[in-house]
């Protein structure tokens, strides 16, 4: 008898570094996965990625927009990040995806006015967006990462009080074992608290290597998760020493990386 019922398991593409999706697709099913959360800078023409990805039978979880800055105080620069992420929903259409991740640009830890006029923005940037993908029945995922990356809503508490600010159905979050490790007292508890607004959930282990290769105890979050049957793990593995904000994983990064994914394929 299975102590956990298996969840839908996906890749996030990102972490192969620019890897064309014709060569990554083929390697994820292989691995057995179910799945991918595409990044939009890896999709040429919609109509084709969806072609690989049915012949490779994988499900696009979701769609990560390029790295814009939604709540600059240019009001050009918070609109072409507001166009570019209308683009990406527009893609998940194209897709089947059902899911548009969302977050602040990568690296950007420190506002560049004040904390609470760029939070403002932000909450207007989000309704919109949202408003837009209900339009299209595309749900919005909020990503919560820690604070060495962000400053907007690097705990789940406070993304979930934004969530309940705006109060728009197709809105959620996307939670990390890896960012929850640095930010929350209580993972487990904190997925739980989400409820049905978790609509991904990344893992990696503590130095977000593969399961097993760090201290948390990932059977928690599993559990947490026996109770959301719907949401996908996703795998966020990287290798030592890559900057996830520079130029990503190369060649050698990305055998380690598979490494990885096939080590952690093994948990479930």
Not at 114 to 121: A, H
Not at 132 to 139: C, G, L, Q, S
Not at 239 to 254: I, K, L, M
Request: proline share 6%.
């Amino acid at each position: 008898m299975e102590i956990f019922s298996r969840p839908k398991l996906g890749v996030a593409l990102w972490t192969l570094g620019v890897m064309p999706l014709a060569e990554s697709a083929p390697l994820v099913a292989e691995m057995q996965y179910d799945g991918v959360v595409l990044p939009f800078a890896h999709i040429d023409l919609p109509n084709g990625a969806a072609q690989i990805l049915q012949e490779n039978a994988l499900t696009c979880f979701a769609v990560t927009p390029n790295p814009v800055d939604l709540v600059h105080p240019n009001t050009a620069v918070r609109q072409l990040a507001i166009d570019h992420v209308q683009e990406v929903i527009e893609t998940a259409v194209a897709l089947h995806a059902p899911t548009v991740t969302l977050r602040n640009l990568p690296g950007r830890i420190y506002p560049v006015g004040s904390k609470e006029e760029e939070m403002e923005w932000y909450a207007t940037a989000v309704s919109h967006l949202a408003i837009f993908a209900a339009d299209r029945n595309i749900r919005l995922a909020i990503e919560v990462v820690n604070r060495y990356e962000s400053f907007l809503c690097t705990k789940t508490v406070e993304a979930l009080a934004l969530l309940e600010q705006l109060n728009q159905p197709n809105l959620g979050l996307a939670l990390s074992a890896f960012h929850m490790n640095i930010e929350e007292q209580d993972a487990a508890a904190t997925m739980r608290s989400a409820g049905d607004k978790l609509f991904l959930f990344y893992m990696a282990d503590s130095n977000r290597q593969a399961i097993g290769r760090g201290h948390l105890k990932l059977g928690l979050h599993l559990w947490a998760l026996e109770g959301l049957p719907d949401v996908p793990v996703i795998l966020e593995c990287l290798p030592p020493g890559v900057d996830p904000f520079g130029a990503g994983v190369g060649e050698d990064g990305r055998n380690t990386v598979l490494t990885y994914l096939k080590e952690s394929r093994t948990w479930f």
